[in-house]
C-alpha cells in the first residue's frame, strides 16, 4: 500500500511539473498578446459572454482595454473595440486579416466558400472580385436595373397611396420588405416576387432570409471546439447542425428552381434571348456557357449559387444607390 501512494504520488509531481514547465513556456510565447479575462477550462470565455454580445464586449473593453484577446471555446479571438485599432487591423494589417473566419454555417450556405463574400483571400478571390466588378455590378449594368427599381417603388406608393385613401393602417415594414424582395429577385434571379405561382410564398420566404441571417451569424459547437471531435460529438447530440441543413436544402431548391427555369427558357429561346436577359443568373450562366479551358475561373451551378445566396441585402443596397 505504501508503495502504491509512492507511486502515486510521484506520478502526480511529475504530472504536475510537466503542467507548470508549459505554463512557463505558455505564458514567454503569449507575452505580446493582447490582454485576456480568466478564461475556464474547455469553455473559455464562452460565460462572459451571456447576454447580448455586444453589450459584454464592451463591459470587457472597459474593463482589458479596446483590444482584447477571448478564448470562444479552443478559439482564440481577438476583439477590436475602438476605431483606431479598427484602423490598424483594416489598413496596416489588411493582408493578415482580410480572410473571413471559417465555420460550418458559412462553409455551408456559400457551397464551400464559392461565392465572394466569405471566400478566402487569394487568386480565386481576386477572379472572382474581377468578375463581380467589371460583369454584374458595373456603372452600365447597375443602370440597366433602373426601371426595375421605378417600377417597384411605383407599385409600393400606389399600393400606400389606395390604403391611405382607404384609411387602413399600413405595415411599413412588411411593405418595404416586400418592395426589398421584389427588386432582389428581378434583379438577381429574374423572377417576380409579388406574382402568383412563385417558388416560395411571400411569408415564407421573410422568414428564410431571417434564418440565413441568424445562421450565417451564429456558431455550431464544431465552430468552438474544431479539434479532438468533442465539437462534431455535441453537434450531433443536440442537433446543432440540423437548423443550417433545413435553411440549405430550401434554399438550394429554391435557386435550382431558378436555375433550371432560365435553362429551360434557352432550350425554347435560344442563346441570344438568355443573354438578353438582364438578371444575375442568366448573365453568371452565359458566362459559364463561354468559359475557355485556359480562364482560371471555372464557373460551376455550386459557384452561381454561392454568389446569390450569402448576404442577399447586398444586391439591394448596391442596386438602390
Not at 493582447?34 to 478564461?39: A, E, F, T
Request: aromatic share 10%.
Amino acid at each position: 500500500m505504501a508503495i502504491f501512494f509512492l507511486c502515486f504520488s510521484c506520478v502526480l509531481l511529475l504530472v504536475s511539473f510537466v503542467f507548470f514547465l508549459r505554463k512557463i513556456k505558455e505564458n514567454k510565447r503569449c507575452s505580446n498578446l493582447p490582454p485576456n479575462p480568466p478564461r475556464l477550462p474547455i469553455i473559455g470565455n464562452l460565460h462572459q459572454l451571456a447576454g447580448l454580445p455586444h453589450r459584454c464586449i464592451h463591459h470587457l473593453s472597459i474593463k482589458y482595454g479596446p483590444v482584447v484577446l477571448l478564448h470562444l471555446g479552443s478559439v482564440p479571438t481577438v476583439v477590436i473595440s475602438s476605431s483606431e485599432a479598427a484602423e490598424q487591423v483594416l489598413k496596416l494589417h489588411d493582408l493578415v486579416c482580410c480572410s473571413r473566419p471559417k465555420t460550418v454555417a458559412t462553409g455551408k450556405l456559400s457551397y464551400g466558400f464559392k461565392d465572394i463574400g466569405l471566400a478566402q483571400y487569394g487568386e480565386y478571390w481576386r477572379e472572382m472580385r474581377k468578375l463581380v466588378v467589371i460583369e454584374l455590378f458595373s456603372l452600365k449594368k447597375v443602370r440597366s436595373f433602373r426601371k426595375i427599381r421605378e417600377e417597384e417603388v411605383g407599385l409600393m406608393v400606389k399600393k400606400v397611396s389606395e390604403s391611405a385613401l382607404q384609411q387602413s393602417p399600413v405595415d411599413l415594414n412588411n411593405t418595404f420588405f416586400s418592395l426589398t424582395a421584389s427588386i432582389i429577385c428581378r434583379v438577381a434571379l429574374g423572377q417576380n416576387f409579388n406574382e402568383s405561382g412563385f417558388f416560395i410564398g411571400k411569408g415564407r420566404l421573410e422568414e428564410l432570409l431571417n434564418e440565413l441571417v441568424l445562421v450565417l451569424g451564429g456558431f455550431t459547437c464544431s465552430d468552438l471546439f474544431p479539434c479532438g471531435g468533442l465539437g462534431r460529438f455535441l453537434d450531433w447530440l443536440f442537433g446543432g447542425h440540423n437548423r443550417i441543413n433545413k435553411v440549405f436544402e430550401e434554399l438550394d431548391a429554391f435557386y435550382q428552381h431558378v436555375i433550371d427555369d432560365h435553362l429551360k427558357h434557352e432550350a425554347h429561346a435560344g442563346k441570344k434571348a438568355m443573354d438578353s436577359q438582364a438578371d444575375i443568373a442568366a448573365l453568371l450562366l452565359g458566362m459559364m456557357d463561354k468559359q475557355g479551358d485556359k480562364d482560371y475561373l471555372k464557373l460551376s451551378i455550386d459557384n452561381i449559387k454561392g454568389v446569390i445566396t450569402v448576404k442577399p441585402q447586398i444586391l439591394l443596397h448596391i442596386y438602390l444607390t
